[in-house]
């Protein structure tokens, strides 16, 4: 069963056509790779998804609801959390700081309340929940030690795994991350391919991935989506789209590029 579906999803920046009449359906409970060449329209599709950009034409559904109907601030209430490529956290927060922030979309109280704050029980309670849940999650990220730090000081590693750690405490059923192993040495990204895994067994949660290194992408997806100028141009299991044709020459394209710039 698909959580996720677009249907001939368009995308058009003036004459440029960054996404053209893409068909998507990611199965609930997967871990499905999102590849391309640079400029392919990946992180274009994610904007899409977060409701950042208004699609020139198709649909978009997640739970067979429709996702044009929602505001982005909306996306995250329903079930759908993101990282981004360059990491997005808010430096004059501590790393908890940032996990509570991740969590406010869940509390249940109105501004008057929030006013209040620790006047009330009720408020007091979710607050206490949020930190915990919080602390959980840094446990399970392994960083709770760097819990009162900023995360400006922090290793670059530890930062990604912050933002990792501030989509995981809103309790998605979606998580879209993109580029996770960006700017990460061998050691790391071996270690996030694991902590992927155990991200979807231990929080059920279906994991949509953009990601250039295709020895993680192909380690831990087992179904993959390849995109090239806005089109996608294969779909299957790593071992068919590896061998694909299609997905070859547009991959070779590119180092061929780059070979001569």
Known sequence: MAILELKQVTMRFGGIVAVDGLDLAVEEGAIHGLIGPNGAGKSTVFNLISRFYEPTAGSLSFQGKDLLCMAPHDVIHHGIARTFQNVELFRGLTVLGNLLVGQHSRFRYGLVASALGSLLPSVRRQEQEAEARALEVLEFLGIATYKDAYPHSLPYGIQKRVEFGRALVAQPKLILLDEPAA?????????????????????????????????????????????????????????????????????LGEEEDAAHA
């Open 183 to 251: 700017g990460m040495n061998p050691q790391e990204t071996q270690e996030l391919a694991e902590l992927i895994r155990q991200v979807r067994d231990r929080y059920r949660a279906t994991v949509l991935l953009v990601e250039h290194d295709m020895s993680l992408v192909m380690r831990i997806c087992e179904r993959i989506t390849v995109m090239d100028f806005g089109r996608k141009i294969a779909e299957g299991t790593p071992a068919e789209v590896q061998s694909n044709p299609a997905v070859i020459r547009a991959y």
